[in-house]
């Protein structure tokens, strides 16, 4: 046999790109789209056939033909494909969920799905949903660090969008921080959620020695310190009397959270807290993009 073309032998291992769809087998991301490139190596290979997944579809616009409109923004960063699955439909509804403790992996995802709304579109809002048990389990064990809330609460201040927040269930400890760090009057709570301050933590570390104790106090500490002047500040509270309210839980219902300062307003069906889902064309005339059908073209190998 004569020489495999790169798609050809992509096509032979286990869940390879489909350039063409822009997806993985197993349905995972988009990736980049079908281009001129192999298109390019066929003409110098010959009679070779693109295999079936690559080919390009007649009278219809793959990812590669979608153009950007002159004059427009970051917002022209946009697939047109539907999202593959739940989260994904959240998020292309500019919708950031936290539903878990922040831990590692989920300040992780939080802060890149924060980090892609913006590079979508700069200027729309982003609206982060939450119902987190903070740095600690439901059970009260510790599995966090102080510093997962306070590197999701930069990246929601450091972002150009604007962040409305919405407390789902519960929003406790370094939860509640960012339940109030979120645009004002535009922060959130369902009618029977909860909003609950506390200090800090330190997780559990064994037995160990009394100098490491006490830079792990020293440094809790710390964090008690910042916790308590960025809630003052968010809730125009002094500090002193948020000081003195973390020294025990202290649990708010809407009422109270809205009285203290964690939040604006209880949402009910009238207060509007996210836009309506667009279709993909609206989506596109809004973000400036223009869809080119370009015509099939004799002779084009994967088209005969």
């Known amino acids: 046999?004569?020489?495999?073309?790169?798609?050809?032998?992509?096509?032979?291992?286990p869940d390879r790109i489909c350039m063409a769809g822009g997806m993985t087998s197993s349905g995972g991301i988009l990736l980049p789209p079908f281009d001129n490139a192999y298109m390019d190596l066929a003409k110098k290979y010959g009679n070779a056939k693109f295999p079936a997944p690559y080919a390009p579809q007649m009278g219809a616009a793959s990812p590669a033909q979608v153009?950007?409109?002159?004059?427009?923004?970051s917002g022209q960063h946009k697939s047109r494909r539907p999202p593959p699955d739940l989260p994904s439909l959240l998020l292309n509804s500019r919708i950031v969920y936290i539903g878990m403790p922040l831990v590692p992996a989920v300040t992780e995802l939080i802060i890149a799905e924060i980090l892609y709304l913006q590079w979508i579109d700069g200027q729309k809002p982003i609206h982060i949903y939450i119902n987190s048990t903070g740095t600690a389990r439901a059970d009260g064990e510790t599995v966090g660090m102080e510093t997962e809330g306070f590197a999701i609460y930069d990246a929601m201040q450091n972002v150009k969008?604007?962040?409305?927040?919405?407390?789902?269930?519960?929003a406790i400890g370094q939860a509640a921080l960012l339940l109030s760090a979120g645009k004002k009057?535009?922060?959130?709570?369902?009618?029977?959620?909860?909003?609950?301050?506390?200090?800090?933590?330190?997780?559990?570390?064994?037995?160990?020695?009394?100098?490491?104790?006490?830079?792990?106090?020293?440094?809790?500490v710390k964090n008690r310190d910042?916790?308590?002047?960025?809630?003052?500040?968010?809730?125009?509270?002094?500090?002193?009397?948020?000081?003195?309210?973390?020294?025990?839980?202290?649990?708010?219902?809407?009422?109270?959270?809205?009285?203290?300062?964690?939040?604006?307003?209880?949402?009910?069906?009238?207060?509007?807290?996210?836009?309506?889902?667009k279709n993909l064309e609206d989506w596109d005339k809004g973000a400036g993009i223009r869809v080119v059908q370009r015509p099939a073209t004799a002779g084009q190998p994967g088209l005969g």
């Open 226 to 277: 910042t916790l308590v002047r960025l809630l003052s500040y968010h809730t125009r509270q002094n500090a002193s009397k948020v000081s003195k309210d973390m020294e025990r839980p202290l649990y708010m219902r809407p009422e109270e959270a809205i009285a203290y300062g964690l939040a604006d307003h209880i949402l009910d069906r009238d207060v509007p807290i996210a836009g309506d889902t």
């Open 185 to 220: 009057n535009h922060r959130f709570m369902l009618p029977h959620s909860t909003a609950m301050i506390q200090q800090p933590r330190a997780p559990g570390g064994g037995l160990m020695p009394a100098i490491d104790v006490y830079i792990r106090a020293r440094e809790t």
């Open 67 to 73: 153009e950007r409109g002159g004059g427009g923004s």
């Open 1 to 13: 046999m004569g020489r495999k073309l790169p798609v050809q032998r992509r096509a032979n291992a």
């Open 161 to 170: 969008n604007e962040v409305h927040t919405l407390c789902i269930g519960c």
